[in-house]
């Protein structure tokens, strides 16, 4: 499970170092792809398995599905780690965040998100939190 919350920088090149409670996890071969509300998703190998796994299920019939996979999978990326445990941003990937210089990681469950520093504090205000709990509860998923 991945948790926590780190700062780094993205290079000239566009590489950025993975944290090194991410990287065990992570293992050699990964996939970062475009996320959910501006920033990349990045998932182990097994993870990204399971989710093509589900897409194989999904009817082509349904346009959303279609939208949402060609969204989902063509702009991701199988990454390795360097050996300074870093990797490198595809180009593409990088104008979608918006990631200039710095960035921040987040462990989301089975998943970690790469922010925009500047996205990241502009659109995660928890300042709604008492509210977001209450759907989450209507969701069956109560703390």
Known sequence: M??????HSVDAKGRLIMPAKFREQLGAEFVVTK?????L???????????????????????????????FFAGAASLELDKQGRILLPAVLREYA??????????????IE???????EDSNSYDDMDEVAEHMADLGLSI
């Open 2 to 7: 991945f948790m926590g919350e780190y700062s």
């Open 41 to 71: 998703f990045v998932y182990p190998m097994e993870e990204w398995q399971n989710i093509e796994a589900k897409f194989r299920e999904v009817p082509l019939t349904t346009k959303d599905a279609r939208k949402f996979s060609r969204f």
């Open 98 to 111: 918006e990631v200039q210089k710095d960035v921040v990681l987040v462990g989301v469950l089975n998943r």
């Open 35 to 39: 996320g959910l509300d501006g920033c």
């Open 114 to 120: 790469i922010w925009d520093k500047d996205r990241w």
